[in-house]
């Protein structure tokens, strides 16, 4: 694995996470020296031609009209049919195909595993785009090949107007604060809601490390249910010291403040919310990939003996909390020993060794049966 970045050019990644994380967009020169692009944008557009990938094409002047968007996958006929200039290709999960942009990612665990959602690559033709546009994540925008063009307006979010006629979201206005050209190896950080376009200058390809969040409604959606579960009937709302109603009929500030309080009391329950978080933060974003390799490696108890290696699937997230002790692996919790959990989710790789010195993590139907089973471990392969 490589070493997380230390610094985002010469600001260390202290300073980073501490003034422009989830604060303020920040563009890097050479954030990564001598940069050579992993892939090409013709191996993109092979990528993009195969079924288990998801694909998107967007033409600014599209038969249907401006802003296009056609999904994958596409025919070699299609990609010869597009125009000579203003078309994008965007490619997701990138990583969980290629190793050379998987080993990308360690660059960045300054932040959090479970925090990465993919690695996408996108290749524009000249004077390709996708519009001016914010997104709800995280990103770092690294320039792979040739000259992009980057303009960063102001935050924005669902008030603002969206161009009529397209199912992109594209902003109807857009105002640009900052504009940088990026040259290979440059790379901009663009927060949450931050309205930014970027325009090729000449074919470019554009490499986007982007990290998730759940959105308020789906965390207080999910995890009410996954609490209200354990609650027992008896448990319900209480007023025991109200003073008398001066109004009967009106639902008064110190009955919603009691409620308020009452909620905050039952979710008083740090370990439950631990299990929930990192089950919702580990679940594949594609699970039909992952499954694609169940049973690869259900040979394990003869190979690794001989020095075989268990891997976790490039389209598989894990994680683990201290307390209990347990491994997230795409979605489900696995109660097994710390040290265990600990190495793993930072290592990703299994050895004999680690099974010698966790030897109930190999029983039969146990841990690395159940993670064989179902794809999430596997031999390394040559490539993804």
């Not at 009937?233 to 919603?256: H, L």
């Not at 580990?282 to 259900?298: M, R």
């Not at 683990?320 to 600990?342: H, M, N």
Request: some cysteine; hydrophobic content about 40%; proline content about 8%.
């Amino acid at each position: 694995m490589a070493s997380p970045l230390t610094h985002l050019g010469d600001m260390p990644i202290e300073v980073f996470m501490r003034d422009y994380w989830q604060q303020k967009p920040l563009l890097i020169r050479n954030a990564f020296a001598n940069f050579e692009s992993p892939i090409s944008g013709e191996e993109l557009a092979g990528m993009a031609l195969e079924e288990a990938v998801e694909s998107r094409l967007v033409l600014e002047n599209g038969e249907s009209g401006p802003w296009e968007l056609r999904t994958g996958p596409f025919t070699e006929e299609d990609f010869l049919s597009l125009p000579k200039t203003h078309w994008t290709l965007l490619v997701q999960a990138v990583d969980q195909w290629m190793s050379e942009i998987a080993e990308l990612k360690d660059f960045f665990r300054f932040i959090p595993d479970w925090r990465l959602d993919d690695v996408m690559i996108s290749y524009a033709a000249d004077k390709g785009s996708v519009g001016p546009h914010y997104d709800h994540y995280d990103v770092f925008l690294l320039q792979a090949e040739g000259k992009r063009l980057w303009q960063q307006g102001p935050k924005v979010d669902e008030s603002n107007p969206r161009l009529e006629g397209t199912p992109l979201n594209i902003l109807k206005e857009f105002e640009a604060e900052n504009s940088w050209v990026l040259e290979p190896g440059d790379m901009l950080y663009l927060p949450p809601q931050y309205s930014h376009w970027g325009i090729a200058e000449g074919g470019c390809t554009t490499i986007s490390i982007g990290f998730r969040a759940p959105s308020a409604a789906a965390i207080l959606e999910d995890l009410a249910a996954e609490i209200a579960m354990d609650l027992p009937d008896s448990q319900r709302y209480t007023d025991a010291g109200a003073e008398v109603a001066k109004n009967p009929a009106e639902i008064d500030p110190a009955s919603v403040a009691r409620l308020q309080q009452q909620l905050g009391e039952w979710l008083q329950q740090p370990e439950k919310i631990a299990q929930w978080f990192g089950a919702i933060m580990t679940e594949a974003k594609y699970p039909d990939t992952v499954a694609l390799d169940a049973d690869d490696a259900a040979d394990w108890r003869e190979q690794m003996p001989q020095g075989a290696q268990l891997v976790l699937n490039p389209a598989s997230r894990t994680a683990f909390c201290r307390e209990p002790a347990t491994l997230f692996v795409d979605g489900e919790a696995f109660p097994c020993p710390l040290a265990f959990a600990e190495q793993f989710a930072e290592s990703h790789e299994i050895s004999w060794d680690d099974i010698e010195a966790f030897p109930e993590i190999a029983e039969d139907s146990g841990l690395l049966d159940q993670l064989v089973a179902q794809g999430t471990l596997i031999y390394p392969p040559e490539d993804f």
